[in-house]
């Protein structure tokens, strides 16, 4: 995954990586689509919060589990992006 926009000013590289969430409601049932982009690659995680029926309805609490799970996926998804990448890319001893 690598999204090289080229040097910026001194020689830094500078890269800008966008995340989308949309919440979608359905009575008791919050679902959650994330998308992580790269520039040249994407990653997806989608993700859902049911309330307990005996909770006072409060959609930002069903919204923030959610978001939360769906980026937590994202995050698990790009440590193991970066885990192939590794692995991809280490020269072994003797190899």
């Keep these: 995954m690598d999204d090289s926009s080229g040097p910026?000013?001194?020689?830094?590289?500078?890269?800008?990586?966008?995340?989308r969430v949309d919440l979608f409601e359905d009575g008791d049932v919050t679902?959650?689509?994330?998308?992580?982009?790269?520039?040249d690659s994407r990653l997806q995680a989608h993700s859902a919060s049911l309330r307990d029926p005996v909770d006072r309805p409060?959609?930002?609490?069903?919204?923030?589990?959610?978001?939360?799970?769906?980026?937590?996926?994202?995050?698990?998804?790009?440590?193991?992006?970066g885990q192939a990448d590794t692995r991809a890319n280490t020269v072994l001893p003797g190899s």
């Design 31 to 39: 679902s959650a689509h994330a998308v992580l982009d790269c520039g």
């Design 8 to 19: 910026a000013p001194g020689g830094v590289h500078t890269k800008t990586w966008t995340v």
């Design 58 to 81: 409060q959609a930002q609490i069903g919204d923030e589990f959610a978001a939360g799970r769906a980026l937590i996926d994202l995050g698990y998804q790009l440590l193991r992006e």
